[in-house]
């Protein structure tokens, strides 16, 4: 056999490695934020952190999103590196599908496991989760280092001087970021309700099924990305208003439903307005603003959070209402700027 004829053989062979290796750390990943996320502050209040230090300490990880993530994405940038799945000509969703379907199995074995373990061990869950996604993201291969490249900084300036940009930054920032409530406190309002682990995670979960659905369903969508945003924003007023009012389990795992459009229809809302706004060879500068943005917004949301927590309990949620109700306002305000994208939201727009 020639060795040309070896090249297609050899490209998907190291096409396939690359997904294993890719979905293997998506799950891993999202396995531990699957524990993570539902019973790190649980495991912060049984040690005894009081609710006004639990939201400065989960808003630590969101200060990073501004310090040091755009230095990431900037050198990313320069050396091209974010290009394995495009690649490969792999699809995106099924490898995130991994990480979704690792997050609902991580969730309900943990919440499984407080009905026997006690709360303040369960860091030791976290920290072995941590440390199997360390140890597979060290299985990941580098791809070949491409040749040096100049980085457009010019085009990544003007980003920040574009007002349709700055509305999408913003609107995302504050509609995703009127989450943090929930993320910090949702499950010790739940424990201390007398909710079981396992139904705690069983409404986290309710939560991300919505999310996958709605990503499974997002092709489908015809109307333009900024009305989705829009949409999403009006249904985190209506979310966090019904949270607010300490509603039974029962209507409460349907409010959960709604994580589908508070978070999901954000999500790819924004991703359409970014792909037709935001010009391809600052791509992913404009990411890395966009998530410092929303690091800046989530990390002093989480901060206030805590301190209205700590005095007005269910009350916060009024505060994350009135946020998501600003997002939605920036981007109805603004949605002129983007009539002229595709009204397809599975193709970005």
């Known amino acids: 056999m020639s060795s040309e004829s070896q090249i297609p053989i050899a490209a998907k062979v190291a096409s396939r490695r690359f997904a294993r290796s890719l979905a293997a ?39 990073t999103r501004f310090t040091l993530l755009p230095l990431v994405t900037a050198a990313a940038e320069r050396r091209q590196m974010l290009r394995g799945v495009t690649r490969y000509g792999l699809s995106y969703g099924p490898l995130r599908l991994w990480g979704s379907t690792a997050f ?10 407080l009905g026997y373990v006690a709360e303040v061990h369960l860091i030791w869950i976290i920290t072995a989760m941590t440390v199997v996604t360390a140890m597979v993201a060290l299985t990941l291969r580098p791809l070949d280092r491409p040749a040096a490249v100049t980085a457009p900084t010019a085009g990544a300036r003007k980003l920040l001087r574009d007002p349709g940009f700055l509305a999408i930054i913003v609107s995302s920032a504050l509609i995703q970021s009127s989450h943090s409530a929930y993320y910090v406190f949702a499950s ?32 489908r969508f015809t109307l333009p990305s900024a009305t989705l945003v829009v949409i999403a924003g009006a249904s985190a007023v209506a979310r966090w208003t019904i949270t607010a009012q300490d509603p039974p389990l029962a209507i409460l795992a349907v409010v959960q439903l709604a994580h589908g459009l508070t978070f999901g229809l954000t999500q790819v809302g924004i991703m359409g307005l970014m792909v037709h706004h935001v010009p391809s060879h600052v791509m992913a500068r404009g990411q890395g603003y966009l998530t410092a ?23 916060v949620y009024d505060m994350m209402a009135a946020m998501g109700a600003a997002g939605g306002l920036v981007m109805w305000l603004s949605r002129r700027r983007f009539a002229h994208h595709p009204q397809s939201a599975a193709s970005g727009g």
């Open 188 to 219: 010790i309002a739940w424990r201390q309700a007398g909710f079981s682990g396992l139904t705690i995670a069983g409404l986290w979960v309710i939560g991300v099924l919505a999310e996958i659905v709605l990503f499974a369903l997002s092709p």
């Open 293 to 315: 943005c929303g690091g800046i917004v989530a990390s002093t949301a989480s901060i206030l959070s805590g301190m209205v927590y700590a005095r007005y309990g269910l009350g």
């Open 104 to 113: 609902v199995a991580c969730a309900l074995a943990s919440g499984l496991l």
């Open 25 to 63: 750390f998506y799950a891993t990943l999202f396995g531990m934020t699957g524990v993570h996320l539902p019973f790190f502050t649980v495991w912060l209040k049984a040690i005894g952190i009081d609710a006004t230090w639990i939201g400065i300490i989960t808003a630590v990880p969101a200060v």
